[in-house]
């Protein structure tokens, strides 16, 4: 596997449904990110990950919970989730420096999230 | 608060028709400017980032141009696989502050060549 993946591509769930989102990069980057891209709307960051730590939470419900268990991987994890919630969700990484360069993020194919 | 427009939302252009895609943006402190292509149920794929106005990068039949309050992305002879979502993202200029590594994207522009 290159670059980075996304697992499933596509999840269809009820609103009572608990259900997750993964995300792995292979780019030895060590910090990720979650997106929402709904239609006619432009990307929406939602939460960063710098070195496994939380940097951002862009104002997102908390029917949506992110983990980061080390550098590589990246979940989020869906419960009792509206149909506004149904969109495009990406994942990105890059690789950030101690002296605080921030470089290009490299997104995955997205999970298409149906919410009925 | 910062402001990515991107224009048009779409583009209409025979294969062979050179044009050009439009991103404004308003940003405290520029710290990056970044071009990306989508396609069609796929995650956004890089093409460039420009950092001072001035500046360009090319790559292929795109070339991307830099100013101080916008940035143009050329088509050169365009073919039918360019046919895409082209965006655009600018990062904020606060190196002290861990907002510096979000992103503020535009729409996108939806381009169609058609053969």
């Known amino acids: 596997e290159t670059g980075v993946t996304q697992t499933p591509r596509h999840l269809v769930m009820g609103m009572t449904n608990k259900k997750s989102l993964k995300c792995e990069q292979h780019l030895g980057h060590n910090a990720m990110y979650w997106y929402k891209q709904s239609a006619k709307k432009p990307l929406e960051l939602m939460f960063v990950?710098?070195?496994?730590?939380?940097?951002e939470n862009n104002s997102v419900p908390s029917r949506f919970s992110p983990e980061c268990p080390n550098s590589s991987h990246l979940f989020l994890h869906l419960h009792t989730l509206q149909p506004e919630d149904s969109a495009l969700y990406l994942c990105?990484?890059?690789?950030?420096?101690?002296?605080?360069?921030?470089?290009?993020?490299?997104f995955g194919p997205g999970t298409r999230l149906l919410v009925l | 608060e910062d402001q990515v427009t991107q224009s048009p939302e779409a583009l209409r252009l025979q294969e062979g028709e050179s044009s050009s895609l439009n991103c404004s943006y308003t940003?405290?402190?520029?710290?990056?400017l970044f071009w990306y292509r989508q396609d069609p149920g796929k995650g956004p794929e890089f093409l460039f980032t420009?950092?001072?106005a001035g500046e360009e990068k090319e790559k292929e039949r795109l070339k991307a141009t830099l100013t101080k309050k916008e940035s143009f992305l050329h088509i050169t002879a365009p073919k039918p696989e360019d046919s895409a979502t082209y965006l655009c993202?600018?990062?904020?200029?606060?190196?002290?502050?861990?907002?510096?590594?979000?992103?503020?994207f535009g729409g996108g522009t939806r381009l169609m060549v058609k053969p």
């Open positions: 940003v405290s402190g520029l710290r990056g």
């Open positions: 990950y710098n070195f496994k730590e939380q940097t």
């Open positions: 420009l950092y001072s």
């Open positions: 990105a990484s890059s690789q950030e420096t101690f002296s605080g360069t921030k470089e290009t993020q490299y």
């Open positions: 993202a600018v990062r904020e200029g606060n190196p002290d502050n861990n907002a510096g590594n979000m992103l503020t």
